[in-house]
């Protein structure tokens, strides 16, 4: 287990964050700050380092809150919107730092050139877009950041394949419908994991709470964090005391050391 890294929950909510615009949904109108959610990333900090994992749309709102000041990469799970669309907020970093690395698969980069392709032009760029340095992302091979070494996970948003990554003893999985024996083999030994539990209803793409809980017992970390979660999974201070002991949900700013 890598010591010294330092994980902060920037955003713990599902693609619409809560409160969801015009909900009157209670748990979209409670006073409880835990069930205010952003879009799902988080904040990986060792040394002087600091990367990301995957920036939705509130990005920028996150790097304020939390006085980011330099950025050494951005991992990205998948190309969906509440994962990427943050994308042109690495700016500042960009002017300070110069090209930004980014580690994707090639689908993903195929996805953010069409969506970003300014950010990607190589003749002709305007003069205040960012860059990015691309690093491709496979399945099965390790790769480093910064000075340590990070494995891909492939999991199944339903039918799209989606990269968790695990730091050490740190795995980090969201969008999980299934996971295949010879990835979840790569997960086994993970101390503290975090993965989606997106609702009490099943859903077709996300693990609903049950599907999760069932997912931890195989897993069986030191403790685990769920996150990517709606409002239909209910109140924050509810949910948490039905969870088994080393279980509980992550909320927004949340800081854990390992």
């Known amino acids: 287990m890598e010591e010294g890294l330092k994980v902060t929950f920037l955003g713990t909510g599902t693609s619409q964050g809560i409160p969801v615009i015009g909900s009157t949904h209670p748990v979209c109108l409670s006073d409880d700050v835990r069930d205010k959610r952003l879009r799902v990333s988080v904040l990986l900090q060792w040394g002087e380092y600091h990367f990301v994992i995957d920036c939705g749309p509130d990005f920028r709102q996150q790097m304020l809150t939390h006085e980011v000041t330099r950025l050494d990469g951005i991992l990205f799970t998948h190309e969906h919107s509440d994962h990427t669309a943050g994308l042109d907020d690495i700016r500042p970093f960009f002017f300070r730092q110069g090209d930004i690395p980014i580690y994707a698969p090639k689908r993903v980069v195929k996805s953010l050139k069409r969506r970003f392709d300014y ?48 730091i050490g003893g740190f795995t980090y999985l969201t969008d999980v419908k299934s996971v295949e024996e010879e990835e979840f083999k ?73």
Not at 151 to 163: A, D, E, G
């Open 119 to 166: 950010i990607f032009q190589e003749k002709d760029r305007y003069p205040g877009a960012p860059s990015v340095a691309i690093n491709y992302v496979e399945k099965g091979k390790d790769f480093e950041v910064g000075d340590r070494t990070v494995t891909p996970i492939q999991v199944m948003h339903n039918r799209l394949k989606v990269f968790g990554y695990k």
């Open 186 to 258: 790569k997960i086994l030994g993970t101390k503290v994991l975090v993965v989606n539990a997106l609702r009490i209803e099943p859903h077709h793409s996300h693990f609903n709470l049950e599907e999760a809980l069932s997912f931890v017992e195989k897993v069986k970390p030191q403790k685990t964090y769920f996150t990517h979660i709606s409002h239909l999974l209910g109140f924050h201070g509810e949910v948490e005391k039905s969870l088994p002991k080393n279980v509980h949900l992550a909320y927004d700013n949340l800081v854990i050391e390992l």
